[in-house]
């Protein structure tokens, strides 16, 4: 062979090569990561499904691609977020935060595999026929949240004793907020609780609510576990710091963040759980074969250092009781 043509031919072959690298990137599966939260606090549960997926022996880059599409706790952007990434032709679609964006992705497509993760009721509010038999192209992560709200509502008076008035802050755009607010009523009733409901769904609104604590007279302060309150975490526990109000949360990263204590299950166990599923389904499997798995594990965290800063003395019994005490 002449050194012209050798040089033509490994030319060619050069040229060849990043196509013949693309044809395989192309080939390799994408999961559209849908979330109604932000990428900022939502950090630890992204990392939480990575190690899921991991588990399945599959790794994002080698094995998977993942697209990631953020609401920020715009629920109304939700739609066409899911449509963006049913047009990226996804492998599967993967819910984070909540019912909203698993209602989304629900509706965006009826053939594409969705496992979500973190939602509430899932049967009650329409995205499985039953727990065990899912049916369709969807399933995931239950959680217990409005189920918990009685069991919130006494912790928060074991810590506020006198506590006649209580707020319970929701946001009326998750289709969750309803049961909250049914499951709350009847326990702070038997509590001998006064519950003053406070919607929020913006931010704006968020410091309205809690610039009504003082009218409201309520001394504590439920906020339901939701998206969007995730999303505003650090915004919602400053306030509650400021208006000198003891709150109680859903999910530990409230009280790692400075708040006063939650109680829920682990949300970062459902992520991770949910990576899982991906994976299984990836690999073969039929969401409308695998039940919707219901939470094991139950967090009760509290921050003394908060808690001095309010005034209040934590019973040893509460604190015995902790998984985790922050100090």
């Known amino acids: 062979m002449r050194r012209r043509e050798f040089i033509t031919l490994i030319g060619g072959a050069a040229a060849a090569w990043p196509l013949a690298v693309r044809a395989q990137q192309r080939a390799m599966p994408?999961?559209?990561?849908?979330?109604?939260?932000?990428p900022g606090e939502s950090a630890g549960v992204v990392a939480a499904f990575?190690?899921?997926?991991?588990?399945?022996?599959?790794?994002?880059?080698?094995?998977?691609?993942?697209?990631?599409?953020?609401?920020?706790?715009?629920?109304?952007?939700?739609?066409?977020l899911a449509a963006d990434l049913v047009g990226l032709k996804v492998a599967l679609l993967f819910a984070a935060g909540g019912p909203p964006?698993?209602?989304?992705?629900?509706?965006?497509?009826?053939?594409?595999?969705?496992?979500?993760?973190?939602?509430?009721?899932?049967?009650?509010?329409?995205?499985?026929?039953?727990?065990?038999?899912p049916g369709g192209n969807v399933t995931g992560m239950s959680t217990f949240t409005s189920v918990l709200a009685a069991k919130r509502l006494e912790l928060l008076k074991e810590l506020v004793p006198a506590a006649a008035v209580m707020a319970y802050l929701i946001n009326p755009s998750n289709p969750t907020a309803e049961f909250e607010r049914k499951e709350s009523a009847p326990a702070a009733s038997s509590l001998g609780i006064q519950l003053?409901?406070?919607?929020?769904?913006a931010e704006q609104e968020l410091d309205a609510a809690f610039a009504t604590l003082p009218s409201l007279r309520a001394e504590g302060l439920v906020v339901a576990p939701?998206?969007?309150?995730?999303?505003?975490?650090d915004r919602i526990v400053s306030l509650s710091a400021r208006h000198s109000v003891p709150a109680i949360y859903g999910f530990r990263d409230y009280v790692v963040a400075g708040g006063l204590i939650s109680y829920g299950t682990s949300i970062t166990d459902s992520y991770r759980q949910a990576g899982i599923y991906a994976a299984r389904i990836l690999k073969g499997e039929k969401p409308s074969d695998l039940p919707v798995m219901q939470p094991t594990k139950f967090e009760l965290v509290l921050n003394l250092k908060t808690a001095k800063a309010l005034g209040l003395t934590v019973p040893l019994t509460l604190?015995?009781?902790?998984?985790?005490?922050?100090e």
């Open 30 to 38: 994408v999961i559209g990561f849908l979330s109604s939260r932000s």
């Open 319 to 326: 604190q015995a009781a902790a998984d985790e005490v922050i």
């Open 101 to 133: 964006s698993a209602l989304a992705a629900k509706a965006a497509t009826s053939t594409i595999p969705v496992v979500f993760s973190g939602s509430n009721d899932p049967v009650g509010v329409g995205l499985v026929a039953s727990l065990n038999r």
């Open 226 to 233: 939701e998206p969007f309150f995730d999303s505003q975490r």
């Open 196 to 201: 003053r409901v406070l919607n929020a769904s």
């Open 50 to 80: 990575r190690r899921g997926l991991g588990e399945a022996a599959l790794a994002e880059g080698r094995d998977l691609i993942i697209a990631f599409r953020w609401a920020e706790g715009r629920y109304d952007q939700l739609p066409a």
